[in-house]
C-alpha cells in the first residue's frame, strides 16, 4: 500500500468531490483493503452509492450489535436488493456478551457511563476491532456540524487507535447536502428520519430530536454533549469520538 502524504491530500482534496476523494483512496489502498463502515444512516447511505458505483466488488461492513431498530435491518435488506451487494456482517462475542448480561442486566446502559461503555465496547468497538485488522483504510461518514466531537476531522486521517487510514469524505457537508444527494440519486434511507431521528444507532439509546437541537442530542441523551461517542471514533489527538 502506497503512504499517503495527509496534509497534501487534505489540502487537495478540500476542492475535490467526496467521490473523487473515495476514488483516491480506493485507488491507493487497494479494493481489498479499504471498507465502508456502515450504520445505514442517511451519511453511510450516500457514501456507499457512492461506492458502490466507483467499484461494485467494495467492501462495506455493519456491526450487528444486536440492539438495532427493525427498521434498521429492513433498510439493509432494501439496500442489498437496489445495489446487488451483501454487507459484510460483525457480531459480538457471545462469551463477552453472556457474561455482560449475566452480571448487569440487559439495560445496563441506563445505568452509567461506565456501563453504557462497556456495552458499546462489548457490542460494537471489539467488532470493530475485528473487521478493521482486516484492512489498511476504513472510510466513514462523519461529518463536522453533527456535533462538538467532530469539529476538527479532516477528510484524509491516520487512526493511529487501529493503524490503518481513515476517509471521511463527506467531512465538510452540512446535513441539507446529504439530503441534495439522497433526492437526486433516489438513495434509500430509513424512515425512522421521517419521523424526527437524525442520527441512527441502537434503538434503546437513540431517540428523536427537536427542531433546533444537535443532530447527536437524540444519542445517550441522559450524558453529557461532551461524553457522546460509543469508541468507534478515537481521534489522533487521543479524544474518544465513535461509530454510529
Ligand atoms: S449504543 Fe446502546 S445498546 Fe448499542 S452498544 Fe452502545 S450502549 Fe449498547
Not at 493503524?163 to 467531512?171: C, G, Q, R, V
Amino acid at each position: 500500500m502506497n503512504e499517503l502524504n495527509l496534509e497534501a491530500l487534505n489540502t487537495e482534496y478540500a476542492a475535490k468531490s467526496a467521490e473523487d476523494a473515495i476514488r483516491h483512496a480506493v485507488e491507493k489502498i487497494g479494493i481489498s483493503k479499504i471498507t465502508l463502515a456502515s450504520s445505514l444512516s442517511i451519511e453511510d447511505q450516500v457514501l456507499t452509492d457512492m461506492l458502490l458505483k466507483i467499484d461494485f466488488r467494495a467492501r462495506i461492513f455493519f456491526i450487528d450489535t444486536g440492539r438495532h431498530f427493525q427498521k434498521t435491518y429492513d433498510l439493509m435488506d432494501e439496500t442489498m436488493e437496489r445495489y446487488g451487494f451483501n454487507y459484510e456482517i460483525y457480531a459480538p462475542s457471545h462469551e463477552d456478551l453472556e457474561a455482560m448480561v449475566s452480571r448487569h442486566g440487559a439495560n445496563l446502559f441506563y445505568e452509567s457511563p461506565e456501563l453504557r461503555k462497556k456495552c458499546c465496547e462489548v457490542r460494537k468497538v471489539k467488532p470493530l476491532k475485528r473487521v478493521l485488522s482486516t484492512v489498511g483504510g476504513w472510510i466513514c461518514g462523519l461529518r463536522r456540524d453533527q456535533s462538538q466531537t467532530r469539529q476538527e476531522i479532516n477528510i484524509f486521517e491516520w487512526d493511529s487507535n487501529h493503524s490503518i487510514y481513515k476517509i471521511n469524505p463527506i467531512a465538510f457537508w452540512s446535513e441539507e447536502q446529504v439530503w441534495e444527494y439522497i433526492r437526486k440519486y433516489n438513495v434509500p434511507y430509513s424512515s425512522l428520519y421521517n419521523n424526527g431521528f437524525r442520527s441512527i444507532g441502537c434503538q434503546p439509546c437513540t431517540r428523536a430530536v427537536k427542531p433546533g437541537e444537535d443532530v447527536r442530542s437524540g444519542r445517550w441523551w441522559w450524558e453529557s454533549p461532551g461524553k457522546k461517542e460509543c469508541g468507534l471514533h478515537v481521534s489522533g489527538h487521543g479524544d474518544t469520538n465513535i461509530i454510529n
